[in-house]
């Protein structure tokens, strides 16, 4: 007597999705690979192109000319090419090594131009260096034309931003016209689950798509349902990546990865120490035990003492440049209205020690006076006090402060060490008084004439988002991070738009 095996049909259904799964992640591999082989092809095409033009500009004209009827059968007759050849086989071998070891190869990547250029400028700093040494060991005995390998490291790094803009415009259009799509389940609707969604929105390039949270605790548009329903949702909307915000309850979180994963679905926890502490971390070992260290920002030791140096050679430097427009501008405000030219304020600078930071008159003599009478008025959210329209401010200082000219003097501070080039602006003690302790996080840098906020719309944020903006500076220092935000600032200024 047989016995008749009864099918789940949950299943056959389980069976089909995880098929449709499997088959779209090899249709997706199968185009990355192919576009991502295929534009570092074109990268290294474009550097050996530019190689080529700058040896038969350089050195070709020593040994005759290049034969067009047979151009590769003559550059191979050129008795200096194999060093030559030796030397850029070095350089790409290197120059390779780094880029990939940065993720600068990965297809699944956002592509920042400007930080990725100056990545690959180093790069080819590195690369040639190690490629000059490496030939001065060997002893080859020639020459190397300099201009040709100077020339050669500066086209590089055009081909590299060249390359990186089209691979730019290939990905835009792919996630505009969603030829491929990667569907991104977040578990947890909370803060780090929230700047997640944001990321992930805000990526042009990645192809992701935010689907959707899970949450047992909240509701809204963006919630699809609760834990327990993960697999469910898995199938519903075919995600292929989950990212776990969640507190780290062992179990819940294990029956969660049981269930989806015979889905071929990637899986990411981000664990509950950072939704508690948002600083950098390094990790140690004390007393035999290993541990996380909470560190408050990069900027210190090393890194400390280059901005610090940075910061007095440049205001120095910007001092005797602006000279002449602060000579100006202070004969302007005179002639405009009764009062000081140069104001001290008393300012919150790093760790809450006060300090005086000096402004150009922008306003009348009287203006803090009048400053509680015009309570009502304040267009700020937070313990910030601004208003657009403002009745305290002069002709001559209306525009000073469009162009953040009432600023120049502040280099003054920074020349003394009491305010830094870059970093959150020094608030006012009254304001302070109302931080929070979160917000409180602004000082643990030297303050800055200006910051990541002002060169994202000054004072057109509200206040919340000055501080995430600050915080984010802070924990993610970098000398690249502190000379993009110093760039962006001439344009922000000379438009003028957001000041007030």
Request: net charge positive; hydrophobic share 45%.
């Amino acid at each position: 007597m047989s016995t008749q095996v009864q099918i789940d049909p949950s299943m056959k259904a389980k069976l089909r999705i995880a098929e449709d799964i499997v088959t779209y992640k090899r249709k997706r591999y199968r185009i990355e690979m192919g576009l991502n082989l295929s534009l570092i092809a074109l990268e290294y095409l474009l550097y050996l192109v530019c190689f080529l033009a700058l040896f038969q500009y350089r050195v070709l004209p020593q040994y005759g000319e290049l034969d067009w009827n047979d151009p590769i059968g003559s550059l191979l007759q050129v008795p200096i090419l194999q060093e030559y050849g030796l030397l850029l086989a070095v350089i790409f071998t290197v120059y390779t090594g780094i880029l990939y070891q940065r993720g600068l190869f990965r297809w699944n990547r956002d592509i920042k131009l400007v930080d990725d250029t100056i990545t690959s400028g180093k790069a080819v700093a590195v690369s040639f260096l190690i490629a000059l040494g490496f030939v001065f060991f060997l002893q080859t005995g020639i020459v190397y034309s300099r201009l040709l390998i100077l020339l050669l490291a500066f086209s590089m790094t055009g081909s590299f931003f060249v390359s990186r803009t089209l691979r730019l415009g290939v990905m835009m259009l792919l996630k505009k016209y969603k030829y491929y799509n990667k569907n991104i389940l977040v578990v947890g609707a909370g803060r780090i689950g929230e700047q997640i969604k944001n990321r992930i929105n805000a990526s042009l390039t990645n192809g992701s798509r935010f689907v959707g949270f899970l949450d047992d605790f909240k509701s809204g548009p963006d919630i699809l349902g609760k834990i327990p329903q993960i697999e469910q949702i898995v199938r519903q909307h075919q995600i292929h990546e989950i990212y776990i915000t969640i507190p780290s309850a062992k179990n819940a979180i294990n029956q969660m990865i049981a269930s989806v994963r015979k889905y071929d679905v990637e899986i990411k926890i981000i664990p509950e120490l950072f939704e508690l502490v948002t600083s950098s971390v390094s990790f140690d070992q004390v007393y035999d035990y290993p541990c996380i260290d909470i560190v408050r920002t990069p900027l210190r030791g090393l890194n400390w003492f280059m901005k610090r140096c940075a910061d007095f050679f440049l205001s120095a430097l910007g001092l005797l440049i602006v000279s002449p427009i602060m000579l100006a501008i202070a004969v302007w405000i005179k002639l405009d209205s009764p009062g000081p030219v140069i104001i001290k304020q008393k300012r919150i600078g790093k760790n809450g020690a006060p300090f005086h930071m000096f402004k150009f008159r922008s306003m009348v003599a009287d203006a803090e006076a009048l400053k509680a009478s015009l309570a009502s008025l304040n267009e700020a959210q937070g313990p910030v006090f601004k208003i657009k329209k403002d009745p305290r401010v002069t002709r001559v200082g209306r525009i000073i402060r469009k162009y953040s000219l009432d600023e120049l003097p502040q280099l003054f501070n920074v020349l003394l060490g009491q305010m830094s080039l870059v970093g959150p602006r020094p608030p006012l003690p009254n304001e302070v008084e109302l931080y929070s302790d979160y917000q409180w996080r602004r000082f643990d840098v030297r303050p800055g004439i200006t910051g990541l906020w002002q060169v994202s719309g000054r004072s057109d944020l509200p206040f919340e988002e000055w501080v995430r903006l600050d915080i984010y500076y802070i924990e993610h220092w970098s000398l690249r991070l502190e000379f993009k935000i110093l760039l962006k600032t001439i344009p922000v200024v000379l438009k003028g738009e957001g000041a007030y």
